[in-house]
């Protein structure tokens, strides 16, 4: 079997969930591939993407095309197959080979229920942050390009930078999360001193999001990003499917939550009953005293 | 400006689906409604005839109960809705959607003498979450394709400036028309009805074009990927549950627990 993995890198290293497709592609036992593309400044990512990926895998014979389910993945592999004729599944959580097919499994419904696919023929897939080990070694990544991209006609004007430092999710080893428990902005700024203290990224919650309290680029969950951390914290977190669908694959949970009903604490490894405004900075406290 | 919307009907998504006794998703208790990504995209569009003129339209695909999210758009500034009936297409997966929808499209657009200048969706849907159809459907129509945009600002000489959200930033874009667009959440909710629209939606006719009569390639018609049933998500293990009157007494334990589990 040959695969086609395409490599997204972020400041010239490839992602966390690239390395975890290689995963994907090793456990099928397949001859891999590795590509990246490198974007025009003016040019829109999926339609260079897209093209060179195409060209490449028509010249190929390839039979399974892999991306990372990232922002960028979920829209190039339908499109790839789209040009292909292959059948394509977005935030695909397990692979397996089936006779000259493919058998994939995904969630739905916000990841309360889970979807059996069969594709017959070739597949181009995108595979979902966490389903599968980061690959220790990396092939030769080939750079490929877009035969036609002079003749794509979307161009960008401006680009406009969030406010604020990069966010990577999807690579943190440890997540502290808030939630509508954390209040205020100034409370929610107690997630961001515990992340700093353990070396981990600030997590949230949409509604901490459309608060105001923190930016869109932290937002964890099913419209936010995919991730599953060594350690998450979740603060004032309720556990609606919506976020815990994009943090149920953590290794480890701690949550604390005034309610002691709320569904975080049945995905929890540590459930904390209490208030979150009263507790965290006593673990602050104690997390700093430890580091000495 | 002449937009279309797609819209897909749905389960409510505030309501947990779980799958029933017979393995299906159950929707008994989620009341049907036009998928969130595709009402923000209604409302983007509404908002943007009401300032610069034009029609908004909705396009849905599935059987006549469907018609209650048409029903909803038409009370909320759309002003024809059609349904295509997918009678004999029950199988059919994002490639063969996309495929009837773009037939669908083509057949409206001749019947109007004037093509559509954008086609919106949202970026996906809350039931499958698969954010394929709109892909699809650009491949199909080979047609200029601009992804999670939140904003459009007037066209000028054929072609339409649009705001793509990034996972971090925003681009300006400019893409020329007719185009292909998914909507992601713009800053606004989309707006409430009011009675007297709602009244006079209901009474409005929804167009039915049957998919089977559909001018469609015979490649067209099968689909690409097969569905073959649901499971349930493996269950994660709840842990310890620490219940303290003292907050001090809880954090202790809670180190004490973690020291045991080689943790942090």
Same mark, same amino acid.
């Given at each position: ?151 794509? &006609?979307? %161009?960008?004007?401006? /680009? +406009?930078?969030?406010?604020? *430092? @990069?966010?990577?999710?999807?690579? !943190?080893? $440890? ?73 149920? &694959?953590? %290794?480890?949970?701690? /949550? +604390?939550?005034?309610?002691? *009903? @709320?569904?975080?604490?049945?995905? !929890?490894? $540590? ?22 | ?264």
């Amino acid at each position: 079997m040959k695969a086609l993995v395409y490599i997204e890198k972020k400041d010239g290293s490839p992602i966390g969930t690239s390395l975890e497709v290689l995963t994907a592609a090793n456990a099928l036992g397949a001859d891999i591939t590795a590509v990246s593309a490198a974007v025009p400044a003016d040019c829109i990512d999926e339609d260079i993407v897209t093209s060179a990926v195409v060209a490449e895998a028509r010249d190929g014979g390839y039979d399974i095309v892999l991306f990372a389910a990232t922002t960028l993945g979920k829209i190039v592999a339908p499109r790839v197959a789209a040009r292909l004729l292959a059948g394509s599944v977005n935030d695909a959580i397990s692979i397996a080979a089936d006779g000259d097919g493919f058998c994939v499994i995904r969630p739905v419904y916000g990841g309360t229920a889970q979807e059996k696919i069969g594709i017959a023929g070739k597949a181009v897939i995108s595979v979902r942050s966490g389903s599968y080990e980061a690959a220790e070694s990396v092939p030769e990544i080939k750079e490929i390009t877009a035969p036609d991209a002079d003749e794509i &006609g979307i %161009k960008i004007l401006e /680009a +406009i930078a969030e406010a604020g *430092e @990069a966010v990577n999710l999807e690579d !943190a080893n $440890i997540i502290v999360a808030g939630g509508r428990g954390m209040g205020s902005e100034e409370d929610f700024a107690l997630c961001k001193e515990l992340a700093d203290i353990l070396g981990g990224v600030v997590g949230a919650t949409r509604p901490a999001i459309e608060n105001g309290w923190i930016n869109r680029t932290h937002q964890v969950g099913q419209s936010g990003k995919i991730v599953a951390p060594s350690v998450y914290i979740a603060c004032g977190v309720s556990g609606a499917t919506q976020h815990v669908s994009g943090m149920s &694959g953590s %290794k480890y949970i701690i /949550a +604390i939550n005034k309610d002691e *009903e @709320a569904p975080i604490f049945d995905v !929890a490894d $540590i459930g904390i009953v209490g208030d979150v405004k009263k507790i965290l900075p006593l673990m602050i406290e104690e997390f700093k005293k430890k580091q000495g | 400006m002449e937009i279309l919307v797609c819209m897909k009907q749905v389960p409510d998504d505030s309501i947990e689906i779980k799958l029933g006794a017979d393995g299906q998703p159950d929707l008994s208790k989620a009341e049907p409604q036009g998928n969130a990504f595709d009402t923000y995209a209604q409302e983007l569009a509404v908002r943007y005839i009401e300032a610069n003129g034009g029609t908004v339209s909705i396009l849905s695909l599935g059987p006549a109960e469907n018609e209650t999210c048409l029903k909803s758009a038409l009370a909320v500034g759309a002003e024809k809705a059609y349904r295509v009936d997918d009678a004999g297409f029950e199988d059919a997966d994002a490639f063969v959607t996309a495929n009837l929808l773009a037939a669908a499209i083509k057949k409206i657009e001749a019947d109007n003498g004037a093509p559509f200048d954008l086609v919106l969706c949202g970026r996906e849907s809350t039931d499958y979450i698969g954010g394929e159809v709109a892909e699809y459907l650009a491949e199909k129509a080979a047609r200029p394709f601009v992804t999670n945009v939140v904003e459009i600002v007037q066209e000028n000489d054929g072609a339409i400036q649009a705001k793509k959200e990034l996972d971090s930033g925003y681009n300006w874009v400019d893409a020329p028309l007719p185009a292909v667009m998914t909507i992601s959440k713009p800053d606004y909710d989309p707006r409430y009805p009011k009675i007297k629209d709602k009244m006079a939606a209901r009474k409005k006719e929804v167009p039915v074009l049957a998919a089977v009569d559909l001018a469609l390639e015979d490649g067209d018609k099968v689909a690409l990927v097969k569905y073959l049933g649901y499971q349930e998500p493996p269950k994660r293990e709840a842990g310890v549950k620490i219940q303290e009157e003292e907050p001090a007494d809880a954090v202790a334990k809670m180190f004490e627990i973690l020291a045991a589990d080689k943790v942090l």
